[in-house]
């Protein structure tokens, strides 16, 4: 027996296997450009070298096409450009490991409104006074200056892809893709352009489509109730109306007052009944209205009405009645027609129609050939023809209703006239200009269109093939696509792609004209000269003119409606047949009525689209949410809860890190109030995408980036551990990679831990696995979360250490190599998500192995095809999953007990006690580690001894005995008193499938002593060694000596 002393006591510690790694707790700025170079540029391009070629069978991997919805390059990158682009990027690491070659082109949205506004604030121009060419040439060095920052920031990220090749909008090569997509549109007949309404933003001062929308749920209006006395013709005055005499007038209602200069007809519903009431309170003139809105006009008035005639239908009115607009009075009389739209749900049953400014109103009268007509100027202010008689009252005045507008001035000038009959304000859901936030109009203008009527059968046909994540997406595409009839696709600005039509000067006038030469030959020019050229050149270059069109011709000015631009990016990739372009598009929800509808529109137009072929542009179509506070907030500079990526990559959202006293520092650097944080890189913003729910509106603040921080320092803590214990010089030689694993060979002669751990593992890889393929990466990294922090260090890396510090070289080599595949398959989990992470870990991995193993990110991750190293009864669960269950009830037990005796100082390490578990007699009676765990059938191979057991629940020694003798023994501990004896004891409830059965967990203090190198309780005597630390020192010291 060794017995202790100063100088042997040091030696034993020399005994122990203790793993050490370089691994830092946190990454090294210094060493980060490095990994981030190869988790992204290199691993992009081995995969698409190496994956273009057939394998050794002869086959060529699947290839998949992730197609890049383009941000705008407008200004600096936010939360929500992280969420989307690692989203995007961990989808695309995930189809790499399946062994698929990845294409992923980034791309920016480039032209438009929002790029023109801010080049010119920044230059402070205003965009009237400023001529197209500059505007194009401040816009474009913007965009492009845009486009270089956030693509720093995406790399920063770690999102890989073909940067080299990102595509543009504001390129030639797409800009004359997108030219050849419209030509061939017009081909079809599906651009056109008319004069119609359409909805414009004055203070964007161009037309938008429906797409460029948003609502305010709580816009006032000032709402009014006018009266248009009307001429009666003498069949209804001598049929229906009896005769009647006096004069007669009709009430409409409008929340758009200033709409009314554009009146042109007033409509009734046929089948509806209108009643004449006689209004004492306004010198008893009589009104025509809806019989069922007579109350409500009652109340509008303030006072009752009297009933003079009941039912008359508004067949009878239709056709019958007319009246003046009395802002266009030389226009002459103006008819009561009939509208389908017309209801009784609100105002008076009688609608006013101005064609100009709204759609409902222009279908109806465009039908009966009367004109639109909109008296308002870009700006959405009244034009001398609102009011031709006196311009002065309303010329200048803006429409909107706001104090001093001119729906107050229509107002206020109808009340003179005694026709306004009341006014209030209005509160309801209005449209609002998506970039500006203010309000927009409704305004006839000439415009180019798409007739999306035309094919909108086949874009519904198309996505009936289509996958949508989450199942709501189908509905809110479809009822985008079947509310919608066209496409304004043009814009009043000079930032885009021009619509490629000629006008021919006629005089003052400039007539449009468009055919497939004028498209073709402006394309031929623009691929010699840019599109640039279009505005730089002179209105009499000929190069621009076809030979076959007479006459003088100058080029538009209006330029595509930016949806068109990225609408048409499917054309950057090849065409294919048989299959969608791309696998997949991903986006956030409001691009339901944007990005997806139009590329869908566009895409199907070049189709054969009223064919039973036709094809969407992707395979599967994802959303995501809004990113929002901890608050459930919008993020918003006015509230103060904009959190920017760098802020989670940097840690100050995080509270600063306490710093330690260090030995010789200068008073001055420890009162120094410069804050240190947390700052965990990339990995620490990839991984909150990865754990949220995108399919939702994801919640961002201090509570959910602790967390994300905890699990990122956990990972690089196990990491930093299995790195220790994989480089002890113990690791077996025959394990010289990570690929050459057998399951079954390391289940051989095992101990009941290492069945469990290989199960649980490959049970997490498989879950991990089936979460990462459905794309809900949340509840992938949760199962990781869980199996990390329960399953690794909570439970085996606990009853595992002993082996590895002081067991045998056997004991520790067949831990070793059990760990190697377990850290193998964690960084293959971990590498879609945290790859600046696992490309630090492997190259802290030792040499050797790493050099003969694949890298964890490129090798091939497929699911296990057995959860068991046995087959299993089909009928009943895994022998491992009944082990757990009562591995986890018995260390909940035993782990009670251990705190009550901690609470009462009697207990420090759990190592300090022995457990006496107490089963029924015929359980306690069969040598099989508590028969089999209560029946669990283990294999045949399991190494079947109860010092496993005790192992496996971190004490010193652990006995199985007959349930009575264990309450025997607690009645002597009872008998002498917790003065002389230290004891708890707990009932654990074990169910083997047939019955539930009573254990008795009794925890007490050793009989042994503690052994001086393991600090297990087995020791004979004070200060000396147990038996099993002897052998290995004995083992050590002879492998020592030859």
């Not at 199942?471 to 304004?488: H, N, T, V, Y």
């Not at 070793?816 to 991995?845: D, N, R």
Request: proline letters at 5%; aromatic letters at 8%; glycine letters at 6%.
């Amino acid at each position: 027996m060794l017995k202790a002393t100063r100088s042997l006591r040091a030696s034993w510690s020399r005994t122990l296997r203790l793993p050490k790694s370089d691994f830092p707790a946190r990454p090294l700025p210094s060493a980060t450009p490095e990994y981030l170079r190869r988790c992204t540029d290199e691993l992009y391009k081995w995969q698409q070298d190496s994956r273009s070629k057939a394998d050794d069978n002869g086959k060529i991997p699947d290839t998949f096409t992730l197609h890049d919805g383009p941000p705008y390059a407008n200004g600096p990158l936010h939360i929500g450009h992280a969420l989307n682009k690692i989203t995007k990027d961990v989808i695309c690491r995930f189809e790499v490991s399946q062994g698929k070659r990845v294409n992923y082109i980034p791309g920016w949205d480039c032209h438009g409104l929002p790029i023109e506004v801010k080049a010119l604030q920044a230059q402070k121009k205003d965009a009237a006074s400023t001529d197209p060419v500059s505007v194009r040439e401040a816009a474009r060095e913007l965009a492009t200056r845009t486009v270089e920052e956030q693509k720093t920031g995406f790399k920063e990220w770690a999102v890989m892809g073909d940067w080299d090749n990102a595509y543009k909008t504001m390129e030639r090569g797409f800009e004359i893709r997108q030219l050849e997509v419209f030509k061939e549109m017009f081909e079809k007949g599906l651009i056109y352009r008319q004069f119609k309404p359409v909805y414009w933003s004055p203070s964007s001062r161009t037309a938008l489509a429906e797409a460029e929308l948003e609502y305010d749920e709580n816009h006032k209006s000032l709402a009014a109730y006018v009266r248009f006395p009307v001429t009666v013709a003498e069949g209804l005055r001598n049929g229906v109306l009896n005769g009647l005499q006096e004069d007669l007038s009709v009430v409409i209602w409008t929340t758009t007052p200033w709409t009314l200069p554009a009146n042109k007809a007033i409509a009734v519903h046929n089948n509806m009944d209108y009643s004449i009431v006689q209004d004492r309170g306004n010198d008893n003139e009589l009104i025509l209205v809806a019989s069922s809105r007579i109350e409500h006009y009652q109340e509008a008035l303030g006072h009752d009405v009297t009933i003079r005639a009941l039912k008359l239908k508004g067949s009878d009115l239709a056709g019958n009645l007319t009246y003046e607009n009395p802002f266009q009075r030389a226009n002459g009389p103006q008819p009561i027609i009939h509208a389908d739209f017309v209801s009784d749900a609100s105002g008076t049953g009688l609608v006013h129609c101005a064609p100009g400014h709204g759609m409902d109103d222009y279908n109806v009268c465009s039908a009966l050939g009367i004109p639109a007509f909109a008296p308002v100027d870009d700006a959405g202010a009244f034009t001398k023809e609102a009011f031709p008689e006196h311009p002065e009252i309303l010329e200048g005045l803006p429409v909107q209703n706001e104090k001093k507008t001119g729906s107050r001035a229509i107002v206020d000038y109808l009340k003179k006239l005694d026709l306004l009959r009341g006014k209030h304000t209005y509160r309801h859901k209005y449209p609002i200009d998506w970039r500006t936030k203010q309000p927009v109009i409704v305004r006839a203008t000439e415009q180019w269109f798409a007739n999306v009527d035309g094919i909108k059968h086949g874009a519904m046909k198309a996505i009936e093939h289509v996958e949508f994540k989450p199942d709501a997406g189908r509905a809110r595409l479809e009822s985008f696509i079947q509310g919608r009839s066209q496409w304004c696709i043009s814009r009043q600005r000079a930032w885009g792609v021009p619509i490629p039509a000629l006008y021919r000067v006629d005089g003052g006038r400039h007539e449009a004209t468009m055919d497939s030469e004028i498209i073709q030959n402006a394309i031929d020019v623009v691929k010699s000269r840019g599109i640039d050229a279009w505005w730089t050149d002179s209105q009499d270059d000929p190069a621009w003119q076809p030979k076959h069109l007479p006459g003088t011709y100058v080029r538009g000015r209006d330029t595509m409606d930016v949806w068109f631009d990225s609408g048409t990016s499917w054309t950057l990739l090849p065409a294919n047949d048989r299959q969608p372009v791309a696998d997949v598009y991903l986006e956030g929800t409001d691009q339901h009525r944007g990005w997806f509808q139009s590329s869908l529109l566009t895409h199907v137009a070049t189709q054969q689209y009223d064919s039973q072929i036709v094809k969407a542009p992707y395979n599967m179509l994802i959303t995501h949410g809004f990113t929002l506070d901890s608050d459930g907030r919008k993020m918003s500079k006015s509230l103060g809860n904009v959190i920017s990526p760098v802020q989670i990559m940097s840690g100050e959202l995080l509270p600063p890190i306490k710093r330690k006293k260090q030995k010789g520092a200068k008073q001055e650097q420890l009162k120094s109030n410069v804050p240190t944080y947390d700052a965990m890189g990339s990995d620490a913003l990839r991984l909150w995408a990865a754990s949220s729910d995108y399919t939702r509106d994801v919640t961002i603040g201090q509570p959910v980036l602790l967390s994300v921080n905890q699990a990122l320092h956990k990972y690089r803590v196990t990491l930093k551990w299995l790195l220790g214990v994989i480089s002890l010089p113990s690791w077996p030689q025959n394990y010289y990679t990570c690929l050459d694993y057998s399951h079954e060979d390391l289940l051989t002669n095992s101990l009941l831990t290492d069945h469990l751990a290989i199960y649980r593992l490959n049970q997490v890889t498989n879950e991990v696995h089936s979460h990462y393929a459905k794309y809900e990466f949340f509840k992938g990294v949760n199962t990781l979360n869980k199996y990390i922090n329960n399953d690794l260090s909570a439970f085996y890396f606990e009853t595992l250490k002993d082996r590895i510090y002081t067991g045998s070289l056997a004991e520790c080599q067949h831990v070793q190599t059990i760990l190697g595949l377990l850290f193998y398959s964690l960084l293959k989990m971990l590498a879609p998500v945290c790859p600046l992470l696992v490309e630090e870990t492997w190259a802290h991995t030792p040499p050797e192995l790493r050099e003969n193993s694949i890298h964890p990110a490129r090798t091939l991750w497929k699911p296990s095809e057995t959860l068991s190293s046995e087959s299993r009864d089909s009928n009943s669960e895994p022998w491992q999953d009944t082990y757990l269950t009562h591995i986890a009830r018995l260390s909940a037990a035993i782990q009670s007990a251990q705190e009550e005796l901690r609470a009462a100082k009697k207990l420090g390490s759990s190592l300090e006690c022995r457990v006496l578990l107490g089963v029924p007699s015929d359980i306690a009676s069969q040598s099989s580690l508590i028969s089999s765990f209560l029946n669990g059938s283990s294999p045949s191979d399991l190494t079947s001894r109860t010092s496993d057991l005790a192992g496996l629940f971190v004490v010193s020694d652990l006995e199985v005995r007959d349930i009575e003798a264990v309450e025997k023994e607690i009645q002597d501990l009872s008998s002498r008193g917790q003065e002389h004896e230290w004891w708890a004891q707990r009932d654990c409830i074990l169910d083997n499938g047939e019955e539930k059965l009573t254990a008795k967990v009794l925890v007490v203090k050793p009989k042994d002593e503690k052994c001086a190198r393991c600090w297990r309780y087995l020791a004979p005597e004070p200060d000396s060694l147990c038996e099993r630390c002897e052998d290995v020192v004995w083992e050590q010291e002879v492998r020592h000596k030859l």
